[in-house]
């Protein structure tokens, strides 16, 4: 790990100060992340922000809205009342990514900005676009199984690792921020980048800014949601395909629906194609992988990781199977 400088934030206008200081300045909330790749020499901020004791910790319904507070931790947010009686997709996201030790330690806006589990990020003996533009793809021709067929570049195809996040993009969440320049909402169906040309620009933040809040809105009273998570083993592993769906029926019919993708895309992967397939249409088999079709229908695998499009199929057939209520 390399030397830097330690500063205990004791607002939020300090912590924004402290980060004005230069773009070697990174913040630190649970570390869960961050602690890991500067230990394996991925990241080396020269400033390190502590941010653990600003008064962004909590969760308050308002109205149709959740606000939590970005240094609120997953366990907290999988725990409170409301999450668990009208958000069943963000508490089951929750629940099933990491370990309990980790939900208790790993923050809301932390987890929203985890960066990518690909191998080859990690590793700094590896070429990566991701960490070091225009150092080219080793991912590409190597091994790519658990990597992206949706929103892929020639010059990334990491996946995003995040389950919350494909949880909150299905429901419209948005991402409040504070930085220089003042405060700012981002939908977060905005706020992640696709690779492109830049794979190194992973979301809409500027320099200095900081997640201070995310505000979640309610689903309506009938509609029902989940979010079923497929990977290599039971607990304590990322997702090779998710799916985030909410969906109200009525008289058999979808009146609306709710699907987001993990797992599969460069970033959490709303398909407002398969919504719009299911909209109007009757629960069941037929719709279900009707839906499934129009969500990868712009998949673009590679050698390794071709089982992907199949899977992901399935695995929207199956949770919207399951949260429906109507057998496939």
Known sequence: MQPFEYIRATDVRHALTAAAAGPAAAFLAGGTTQVDLMKDGVLAPGVLIDITRLPLRGVAAEGGLLRVGALTTMEELAADPVVIQRLAMVRESLLLAASPQLRNMATIGGNLLQRTRCRYYRDPSCACNKRTPGAGCDALNGHHRM????????????????????????????????????????????????????????????????????????????TRSGYLKVRDRASYEFALASAAVAVRVTDGVVRDARVALGGLATVPWRSRAAEDVLRGAAAGAQAYAAAADAALAGARPRSGNAFKVELGKQTIVRALSLVAGVPA
């Open 147 to 222: 990597h992206a067929i949706l929103g892929t570049s020639e010059h990334c195809i990491a996946t995003h690792a995040s389950d919350l996040a494909v949880a909150l993009t299905a429901l419209d969440a948005i991402v409040h921020v504070r930085g220089p320049d003042g405060e700012r909402a981002v939908p977060l169906t905005g706020f992640y980048r696709m690779p492109g040309d830049t794979p190194g620009v992973e979301n809409a933040l500027g320099p200095g800014e900081l997640i201070t809040s995310v505000e979640v809105p309610l689903l309506p009273e009938g």
